[in-house]
């Protein structure tokens, strides 16, 4: 068997065997166990149709069309299960997955048929299918991809909004590259689709490996990268409750936190508690817990002795900001105390933002520059 190596060939070969080769580190990834594997199983199916496009472009079916419906393409059931992944991280509620992967099932089945018969039988039925497999299964896939990638990034937009809820600093668990790099998947299918409309009104000429393909599969690696080295998540079933590793209690001494959100009624009706608001902004004076980098909604309520879904609702009514911004309020307020004490002359501006409670450079820029509307360095320079 020859393959014709050219660029693109070269290309296709190294991100198969990177697919091939991510997916059993991801397999045995204690940390999102259950996610990881989904997405082991995401990356296989990739390499699969990768193979797929490279027996085409390399002349290998051409040359071995014995080979021809080789039940290689599974790509119906990526979306499903990148969003289930998406889901499993999340904690969403998702349930009959198999459903959702009848289509690529039936494509399964249907080429695994196929690739029994004799070559000349395979030829008929090629003739017979064709216009429907180049146009109908491809758009089908398209629209199938699109609709899963929103559905999946809709899920991490909620996701974020629970995080801000409930940690100060929830950049390890915010899963805010995976939501990039599906993002990035999107609009790639976009692009995908575009390429096909100009192939089909014959300006190029027509080739089944999209450039995009190649891309996706990068992204798909990328996305496999961060999953090795995203923190652990465990979200307590039914509870709207999240923990990141290291856990140091047992989940099961720990009391519900229910942050379900109320009706629009319900919220415009219920006043404020304005004695928990001062026992709130009080005990971050007094006690400084925003020093810790680590400091979680449900660590608050339990130091106040209140239940977590009250001190969360009367901090987001009671300032108009989200748990991870009132904490945050409180630490750049400590950095600019510090300035204002000359603490700057001996150490450098990060030391004192460690030292507030930050524990990423790019996140004490980013707070600092929203509050004070200026860059660190220019806060120092101008108060100089």
Not at 136 to 142: A, D, E, I, T, V
Not at 198 to 205: D, F, L, N, R, Y
């Amino acid at each position: 068997m020859t393959i014709t190596l050219n660029i693109e060939n070269i290309f296709l070969i190294v991100v198969i065997l990177t697919g091939v080769l991510s997916a059993p580190l991801l397999w045995i990834n204690k940390n999102n166990q259950t996610a990881n594997r989904i997405l082991a199983a995401v990356q296989i199916i990739v390499a699969g149709g990768l193979l797929h496009n490279l027996l085409l472009t390399a002349g290998i079916y051409e040359t071995h069309p014995q080979l021809y419906f080789l039940p290689l393409s599974l790509r119906l059931a990526i979306a499903p299960l990148i969003w289930w992944y998406v889901g499993k991280l999340t904690g969403a509620r998702q349930s009959y997955l198999f459903i959702h992967l009848l289509p690529a099932i039936f494509i399964f089945a249907f080429e695994s048929y196929a690739f029994t018969k004799t070559v000349e039988q395979k030829w008929l039925l090629w003739q017979k299918i064709s216009w429907y497999w180049d146009h109908l299964y491809f758009w089908m896939y398209q629209l199938q991809l699109s609709i899963y990638l929103l559905l999946s990034l809709k899920q991490l937009r909620k996701w974020k909004q629970r995080v801000e809820n409930q940690f100060s600093l929830p950049e390890k668990i915010a899963l805010g590259n995976v939501r990039k790099l599906l993002l990035g998947f999107f609009i790639l299918v976009l692009a995908g689709a575009g390429w096909r409309i100009v192939q089909q009104s014959g300006e190029i000429e027509s080739c089944f490996l999209l450039p995009s393909d190649m891309v996706k599969g990068v992204i798909l690696l990328g996305v496999g990268w961060f999953s090795i080295r995203q923190t652990q998540i465990i979200v307590v079933e039914n509870q709207n409750r999240i923990q990141s590793e290291p856990v140091t209690e047992s989940i099961t001494e720990i009391p519900p936190v229910d942050l379900t959100i109320p009706s629009a009624e319900s919220v415009l009706a219920e006043p404020v508690n304005e004695e928990l608001l001062a026992k709130i902004k009080n005990y971050m004076i007094e006690e400084r817990p925003f020093l810790n980098p680590e400091l979680s909604l449900y660590q608050l309520a339990r130091a106040l002795n209140e239940p977590a879904k009250q001190v969360s609702f009367t901090i987001n009514r009671g300032t108009g900001q989200t748990f991870q911004a009132f904490v945050n309020s409180y630490r750049v307020n400590e950095v600019i105390k510090q300035i204002e004490n000359g603490r700057h002359k001996q150490l450098t501006l990060l030391a004192i933002a460690f030292d507030s409670g930050f524990n990423s450079k790019a996140t004490f820029n980013r707070v600092f520059r929203a509050q004070t509307g200026k860059a660190p360095g220019d806060f120092v320079s101008n108060s100089s």
